[in-house]
């Protein structure tokens, strides 16, 4: 399992020690979605993100002016598999500078990463370099100040789970919903003060590790998964010139000063103690020191001047698109503040939850204000996280993906070994939710489960995300033509294919015949061979015998070609009323149909799986056969939902319904967070709003860039997007018609063709 042993470093340092920020030069669209706010804030519900990828912080003011850092990162995983803040900062000034004038401002700036304070020629910066594990917070003051910063420790007493807190809520705890009562939480380890440096740290002597092989029937593999959670520790160091230790959290200036410095340095690693991280932590601050920090803003500009110039979507035209414009921005933005590190951006509010505000009555040990909360709890949901990540493809941002990726790859042998283990066949097959390793959680499979199968109804069968995994993979290979992506995917995606073989039997016609099996989450039970399965192999397959033959065997390609064959056809069927049968027998002149499954009962959740044909498997859309029937099952879908992971937006665009797209794409990009800074969302909103609005402007099918497929004409755009075979279309779309169109390289112009614009 991958380790990021990288460190954070927090260094408050004057202004004239570096250069100050320029726009970026390709792309002149990301300063106009900058967040000014002219208030102090009041507490973390109130703050602004900055992040590398790795390390994020929330950053917010409070009334007395004090600014606060709450640092998170991708690797901070307890002893009970939770990701915990490595911990909190407050930095003090006396006097404030801040609090009584009327010219503050607070600027979240994308073009650089950073939060800027301003209040007459007082400064604050904060960013976190894009290349270094490093937060920089800069200050420079008209009058002299004192800096007081505290490290600021939560986790300070050892507790056992709360289980009658757990059945009041259900979601903040949602791994260990039905535990027992023996699982108990560590506090952190608060080091003596050293060399004026405070340091804190949490160690995890435990480990649920073991107990969740045990309970899951899979001891006997344990010898060979070494254990990720034990004897990891994650935390923070602070120092500073001119800044002396007060106590074992505190450190204070020595003089008051125009200008202050304070370093906060955080490893994750795992170790033999505290004081050895600390030792490891102590060698890398060193290294750390070693870089000038003018030299690492320069770089950092870079960064982000790169990022930003990679692609770009710029909407105006009404009132909707300025928000829209904005919401795609800044999507993007907070998946660049943490889309690379050691594991995959969070769906439940990524790298910056703060705590929650939970409603009366339901108040368990923790919860409320508790930066370590985390509704629906820390394992991965596919079918939530795939909407952050698809995106990033014609977005080009290659290098995002990679720890989504990772993490599907390196489960793999353990996947393997025990679907062996479970089923005794070749194969494997991953759950809808698990912890980062690859199994499931004990809330899902069940503390006492003496059976296989997971208990949870909900996602007992639900194993077609990782057909959505070799899609991604496939994408980005396609439009990169990096062998790396193909020599990855091959022996995952052979390994899926096996499970979908070998598991089920044939039917008389040699069909194979899939069940027990669910559709999505929505027809949980009584499922019979169900669409998005069928769709995703029907999908992928052809595209795995299309690779070049020196990725594959012709064994694997054999296989592959006769396992498509013996594929059940996709499920159809008729309407009822003008919907979708609610039992799969529609009206003798119904309109024909795609059916979820070619059985299925009552429905327990709100998907349209018959859909999966359009997106995310692309089997139906613009220019292709057969478009008005999956416009009619459109149509027919028994759950509208234009949000999440409805997927409506991304379907109507593949499907050419411009009014259907434009408007769901608007809601998409205004469904905001409660907090202040709105756009703490749910992630896959944000995502699956960049998705349908790519999708409106182009889609590709081989070789074929297809522009304007679901563009309302009273729309204006500025974009640049990356296409398969190493191609980026740049243009400008005003009244339905394109100009300044740029294809790189140009002989792919060829394959371009623009759908005319209108409504539908």
């Given at each position: 399992?991958?380790?990021?042993?990288?460190?954070?470093?927090l260094?408050?340092?004057?202004?004239?020690?570096?250069?100050?920020?320029?726009?970026?030069?390709?792309?002149?669209?990301?300063?106009?979605?900058?967040?000014?706010?002219?208030?102090?804030?009041?507490?973390e519900n109130?703050?602004?993100?900055?992040?590398?990828?790795?390390?994020?912080a929330?950053?917010?003011?409070?009334?007395?002016?004090?600014?606060?850092?709450?640092?998170?990162k991708?690797?901070?995983?307890s002893?009970?598999?939770?990701?915990?803040?490595?911990?909190?900062?407050?930095?003090?000034?006396?006097?404030?500078?801040?609090t009584?004038?009327?010219?503050?401002?607070?600027?979240?700036?994308?073009?650089?990463?950073?939060?800027?304070?301003r209040?007459?020629?007082?400064?604050?910066?904060?960013?976190?370099?894009?290349?270094?594990p490093?937060v920089?917070?800069?200050?420079?003051?008209?009058a002299?100040?004192?800096?007081?910063?505290?490290?600021?420790?939560?986790r300070?007493?050892?507790?056992?789970?709360?289980?009658?807190?757990?059945?009041?809520?259900?979601?903040?705890?949602?791994?260990?919903?039905?535990?027992?009562?023996?699982l108990t939480?560590h506090?952190?380890?608060?080091?003596?003060?050293?060399?004026?440096?405070?340091?804190?740290c949490?160690?995890?002597?435990?480990?649920?590790?073991?107990?969740?092989?045990?309970?899951?029937?899979?001891?006997?593999?344990?010898?060979?998964?070494?254990?990720?959670?034990?004897?990891?520790?994650?935390?923070?160091?602070?120092?500073?010139?001119?800044?002396?230790?007060?106590?074992?959290?505190?450190?204070?200036?020595l003089?008051?000063s125009?200008?202050?410095?304070?370093?906060?340095?955080?490893?994750?690693?795992?170790?033999?103690?505290?004081?050895?991280?600390?030792?490891?932590?102590?060698?890398?601050i060193?290294?750390?020191?070693?870089?000038?920090?003018?030299?690492?803003?320069?770089?950092?500009?870079?960064?982000?001047?790169?990022?930003?110039?990679?692609?770009?979507?710029?909407?105006?035209?009404t009132?909707?698109?300025?928000?829209?414009?904005?919401?795609?921005?800044?999507?993007?933005?907070?998946?660049?503040?943490?889309?690379?590190?050691?594991?995959?951006?969070?769906?439940?509010?990524?790298?910056?939850?703060?705590?929650?505000?939970?409603?009366?009555?339901?108040?368990?040990?923790?919860a409320?204000?508790?930066p370590?909360?985390?509704a629906?709890?820390?394992?991965?949901w596919?079918?939530?996280?795939?909407?952050i990540?698809?995106?990033?493809?014609a977005?080009?941002?290659?290098?995002?993906?990679?720890p989504w990726?990772?993490?599907?790859?390196?489960?793999?042998?353990?996947?393997?070994?025990?679907?062996?283990?479970?089923?005794?066949h070749?194969?494997?097959?991953?759950?809808?939710?698990?912890?980062?390793?690859?199994?499931?959680?004990?809330?899902?499979?069940?503390?006492?489960?003496?059976t296989?199968?997971?208990?949870t109804?909900?996602?007992?069968?639900?194993?077609?995300?990782?057909?959505?995994?070799?899609?991604?993979?496939?994408d980005?290979?396609?439009?990169?033509?990096?062998?790396?992506?193909a020599?990855?995917?091959?022996?995952?995606?052979?390994?899926?294919?096996?499970?979908?073989?070998?598991?089920?039997?044939?039917?008389?016609?040699?069909?194979?015949?899939?069940?027990?099996v669910?559709?999505?989450?929505?027809?949980?039970?009584?499922?019979?061979?169900?669409?998005?399965?069928?769709?995703?192999?029907?999908?992928?397959?052809?595209r795995?015998?299309?690779?070049?033959?020196?990725?594959?065997?012709s064994e694997?390609?054999?296989?592959?070609?006769?396992?498509?064959?013996?594929?059940?056809?996709?499920?159809?069927?008729?309407?009822?009323?003008?919907?979708?049968p609610?039992?799969?027998?529609?009206?003798?002149?119904?309109?024909?149909?795609?059916?979820?499954?070619?059985k299925?009962?009552t429905?327990h959740?709100?998907?349209?799986?018959?859909?999966?044909?359009?997106?995310?498997?692309?089997?139906y859309?613009?220019?292709?056969?057969?478009?008005?029937?999956?416009?009619?099952?459109?149509?027919?879908?028994?759950?509208?939902?234009?949000?999440?992971?409805?997927?409506?937006?991304?379907?109507?665009?593949v499907?050419?319904?411009?009014?259907?797209?434009?408007?769901?794409?608007?809601?998409?990009?205004?469904?905001?967070?409660?907090?202040?800074?709105r756009?703490?969302?749910?992630?896959?909103?944000?995502?699956?709003?960049?998705?349908?609005?790519?999708?409106?402007?182009?889609?590709?099918d081989?070789?074929?860039?297809?522009?304007?497929?679901?563009?309302?004409a009273?729309?204006?755009?500025?974009?640049?997007?990356?296409?398969?075979?190493?191609?980026?279309?740049?243009?400008?779309?005003?009244?339905g018609?394109?100009?300044?169109?740029?294809?790189?390289?140009?002989?792919r112009?060829?394959?371009?063709?623009?759908?005319?614009?209108?409504?539908?």
């Open positions: 399992m991958r380790m990021n042993s990288f460190p954070i470093v260094i408050l340092l004057s202004l004239t020690a570096i250069a100050m920020a320029a726009p970026s030069d390709g792309n002149p669209f990301i300063a106009g979605n900058d967040v000014i706010w002219t208030t102090l804030g009041t507490n109130d703050s602004m993100p900055i992040g590398n990828g790795d390390l994020a929330n950053v917010w003011t409070e009334q007395n002016g004090d600014i606060v850092l709450l640092i998170a991708s690797d901070a995983w002893e009970n598999g939770e990701l915990l803040k490595p911990g909190r900062v407050r930095v003090h000034l006396d006097p404030n500078p801040f009584s004038s009327a010219s503050f401002i607070q600027t979240l700036r994308l073009e650089t990463g950073d939060v800027e304070l209040a007459g020629s007082n400064f604050a910066r904060i960013w976190v370099d894009a290349n270094y490093v920089h917070v800069q200050v420079q003051t008209e002299p100040v004192q800096v007081k910063a505290t490290s600021e420790v939560w300070t007493k050892e507790y056992s789970l709360d289980t009658q807190a757990i059945n009041q809520t259900g979601l903040g705890f949602f791994e260990w919903g039905d535990d027992p009562g023996s939480f506090p952190d380890t608060i080091l003596q003060s050293k060399d004026n440096r405070v340091s804190s949490h160690f995890n002597t435990h480990s649920i590790y073991p107990m969740v092989f045990e309970k899951e029937h899979l001891e006997s593999l344990l010898p060979r998964y070494p254990d990720p959670l034990m004897h990891r520790c994650f935390g923070l160091t602070m120092k500073g010139d001119n800044l002396a230790s007060s106590d074992n959290q505190t450190l204070k200036s003089k008051a125009r200008s202050q410095q304070l370093d906060i340095y955080a490893l994750t690693e795992q170790t033999e103690s505290p004081e050895a991280w600390r030792a490891d932590l102590d060698k890398k060193k290294k750390i020191d070693a870089i000038k920090i003018s030299n690492a803003w320069t770089a950092h500009e870079h960064w982000w001047k790169e990022f930003w110039n990679r692609s770009w979507i710029n909407v105006t035209g009132p909707d698109t300025e928000k829209v414009a904005q919401g795609y921005a800044m999507q993007r933005y907070l998946t660049a503040c943490a889309g690379r590190g050691a594991q995959p951006i969070k769906f439940n509010e990524s790298l910056f939850t703060v705590g929650h505000d939970l409603p009366p009555g339901t108040v368990p040990t923790g409320n204000h508790d370590d909360y985390r629906w709890g820390a394992c991965f596919n079918q939530d996280t795939r909407l990540y698809y995106p990033l493809i977005a080009g941002d290659y290098d995002l993906l990679e990726f990772d993490m599907y790859l390196e489960a793999l042998p353990l996947e393997k070994a025990r679907t062996e283990a479970y089923y005794h070749d194969g494997a097959y991953f759950p809808e939710t698990m912890y980062f390793w690859g199994l499931p959680n004990l809330h899902d499979f069940g503390f006492n489960n003496p296989v199968e997971l208990q109804p909900w996602i007992r069968y639900h194993i077609q995300g990782t057909l959505e995994i070799i899609t991604q993979i496939l980005a290979y396609d439009n990169t033509r990096d062998s790396r992506y020599t990855e995917v091959v022996p995952f995606a052979d390994s899926i294919i096996a499970f979908y073989a070998n598991h089920w039997p044939r039917d008389p016609n040699g069909k194979i015949h899939m069940a027990p669910q559709s999505l989450e929505t027809y949980e039970v009584d499922a019979v061979n169900p669409t998005p399965d069928i769709a995703g192999l029907k999908s992928v397959i052809p795995l015998l299309a690779l070049p033959e020196k990725f594959t065997s694997q390609r054999n296989f592959w070609a006769k396992t498509l064959n013996d594929l059940p056809p996709i499920p159809m069927g008729k309407t009822a009323n003008g919907k979708l609610p039992d799969g027998v529609g009206d003798a002149d119904g309109q024909s149909i795609i059916l979820p499954a070619e299925y009962g429905t959740n709100f998907e349209n799986p018959e859909l999966y044909v359009a997106y995310p498997y692309r089997l859309g613009v220019g292709k056969p057969d478009l008005q029937l999956v416009r009619d099952t459109y149509n027919a879908r028994r759950f509208p939902m234009d949000r999440g992971w409805g997927q409506d937006g991304t379907q109507a665009a499907l050419g319904l411009v009014d259907e797209a434009q408007k769901v794409v608007a809601h998409e990009f205004t469904a905001y967070g409660r907090q202040q800074f756009w703490f969302w749910d992630p896959e909103c944000g995502g699956s709003g960049m998705i349908t609005l790519q999708l409106m402007l182009m889609q590709c081989g070789k074929r860039i297809l522009l304007l497929p679901a563009w309302p009273e729309w204006t755009a500025d974009f640049k997007l990356h296409a398969p075979y190493q191609t980026t279309v740049e243009g400008h779309v005003e009244n018609k394109i100009t300044n169109l740029q294809v790189t390289p140009k002989s112009a060829k394959d371009v063709t623009v759908e005319p614009v209108g409504g539908s």
